[in-house]
């Protein structure tokens, strides 16, 4: 698959390990990833790219990752963009919060690599 | 060593050195509330690193420690001496299974056995609601 024609995914997390860690695998299935380390940098990289899907953090320094989703859906360019927040939280209360913030799916870390690529694949619409 | 394990240790060594100058500072102030919140989240993100790089030790030992942040966090512990030594001695903990899985590419066979005083100890304060020591 050309460069040109690889979905773009946007990264937003503090971790420079889960960083690599999905840098490496979404690589690895022919995506494109950009990253930001705080929420703040994910707001501006997603208003000023396009991007097919972001994958955020919740537990981030300065803007967390719910702010930021709730930032993020307030603006018109990015409303349509879905966006998959990822937490080692798994209480029915994270997960509302992360809903009623804007986010389209919830997922409770670690994943196996697999689990992942069929989730993406699902949110993007496409078939693994 | 592959290159996600060499990255969690250098994130690790970071995130603990800076807990522990935040736990060193709590001593001193333990109601500030940034200090509280720096510990937890380094807590939290190592606990999910861990996860991420398959080292279950290291995941359950911080996920007591992180617990117990949350509740300081929450105001239904207070945070006093005793509690901030028995967090210091995770970290300290933590830097020690580093420096092995640096070394010899591997935790320490008894890993399990030498968290589980610290991890009953961390449960016991969360069972208890509050510190004995408080403030």
């Known amino acids: 698959m050309s460069n040109q024609h690889r979905k773009r995914i946007l990264v937003v997390d503090d971790s420079p390990t889960i960083r690599l860690y999905l840098r490496e695998l979404l690589t690895r299935w022919n995506f494109n990833m950009d990253e930001a380390v705080t929420g703040l940098v994910g707001i501006e990289k997603a208003l000023t790219a396009r991007y097919d899907l972001i994958l955020a953090d919740v537990n981030m320094p300065i803007m967390n990752g719910y702010a930021m989703v709730e930032a993020l859906r307030r603006e018109a360019d990015v409303q349509d963009v879905p966006i998959v927040m990822m937490s080692t939280e798994a209480k029915d209360s994270d997960m509302k919060r992360a809903y009623a913030a804007g986010a389209n799916l919830y997922l409770v870390k670690p994943l196996l690599p697999d689990q992942l690529v069929t989730y993406v694949h699902f949110i993007l619409g496409e078939t693994a | ?135």
Do not use: Y
């Open chain 2, 1 to 135: 060593m592959n290159s996600l394990l060499a990255e969690f240790i250098i994130e690790a060594r970071d995130l603990l050195e800076s807990s522990n100058a935040h736990l060193l500072a709590l001593e001193k102030k333990p109601d500030d509330a940034e200090a509280i919140n720096i510990c937890f989240r380094a807590m939290h993100t190592l606990k999910g690193d861990s996860g991420l790089v398959d080292l279950p030790e290291i995941t359950r030992l911080l996920h007591a420690a992180e617990d117990v942040l949350d509740g300081v966090r929450g105001k239904t512990l207070t945070l006093g001496a005793e509690t901030i030594d028995l967090l210091l001695q995770v970290t300290d903990c933590v830097s020690g299974w580093l420096d092995r899985l640096e070394g010899a590419g591997q935790m320490p066979s008894s890993a399990t056995a030498d968290s589980a005083p610290l991890i009953s100890r961390l449960r016991a304060m969360l069972t208890a609601g509050e510190t004995r020591d408080g403030v």
